[in-house]
């Protein structure tokens, strides 16, 4: 039997009122917007980070390759791998340990429902900044006894007891080490993170079309769209071309 909605059904007097004309949709209040570290903020953040901790390393992850929380709140240790010239290729940490030039995280995974990144643009591969090696090799040696008795599932950065980190558990862990940092901890959020990792990458001059693959985006438009305060809005090609062509005239300043 045809399910009647709507004004069309009002208009052929199939219903003689469309209820859903009485409901009162609420709408909400409007979102915070995000915000970006300052180069300085963004290095003094880093320092303050590199504690050893698994909210410290966190941190420096999250900021040096834009991956986003809930993608590394499900990051395992058998994502982490290294370059063995001797296999040709990549292998996890957990079987060839920390010697290596050139590391990389698998971000397949998120927390997200059913367990997959958001799109198929978000499941990448990233090479590791130096500082994240770092990081992330003395978590792995913080976490030894924790892993010899099968504590943490695996996981890369697990709470205290642990689990699967909430994210109001990494919100409170993030904004005490953003406090220490001389930042006002109330004031920042961890997807911040992600948002500074763009703007910081935009600033230094990378094209749009790279800093898109690196946060996983399946086109510029979504990565102007959600990153718009934190992208150059200048596109200084042509500039920088004439000014190579025609270095100077009589009446430049």
Not at 32 to 51: G, H, N
Not at 114 to 137: E, F, H, Q, Y
Not at 161 to 176: E, H, Q, T
Request: hydrophobic share 40%; net charge positive.
């Amino acid at each position: 039997m045809p399910t009647w909605r709507g004004g069309g059904a009002q208009a052929r007097d199939k219903v003689k009122r469309n209820v859903v004309l009485l409901c009162e949709v609420p709408t909400g209040q409007p979102g915070r917007p995000s915000k970006a570290l300052t180069f300085e903020q963004a290095d003094t953040l880093l320092s303050a980070a590199e504690d050893g901790s698994a909210m410290g390393a966190y941190i420096v992850l999250s900021l040096l390759t834009g991956a986003r929380t809930e993608e590394l709140r499900e990051l395992a240790w058998s994502h982490v791998v290294t370059y063995v010239p001797d296999r040709k290729g990549w292998v996890s940490v957990e079987e060839a340990g920390w010697q290596g030039e050139e590391f990389a995280v698998y971000v397949w995974r998120s927390v997200r429902r059913g367990g997959d990144t958001k799109t198929s643009k978000s499941r990448r591969t990233l090479k590791l900044p130096r500082r994240c090696v770092v990081a992330l090799a003395a978590l792995w040696d913080n976490q030894a006894a924790a892993r010899a008795i099968g504590k943490g599932a695996g996981l890369v950065f697990p709470d205290e007891n642990g689990d699967k980190r909430g994210p109001m558990n990494v919100l409170r862990a993030f904004r005490r080490v953003a406090s220490r940092a001389g930042l006002n901890g109330a004031e920042w959020t961890p997807r911040e993170l992600r948002h500074s990792f763009v703007s910081l990458l935009s600033d230094s001059g990378m094209p749009l079309e790279q800093i898109a693959r690196l946060v996983g985006h399946s086109g510029t438009n979504v990565t102007e769209t959600i990153y718009r305060h934190q992208i150059r809005p200048v596109i200084e090609d042509g500039a920088t071309a004439m000014d190579q062509l025609f270095p100077g005239s009589h009446g430049e300043p």
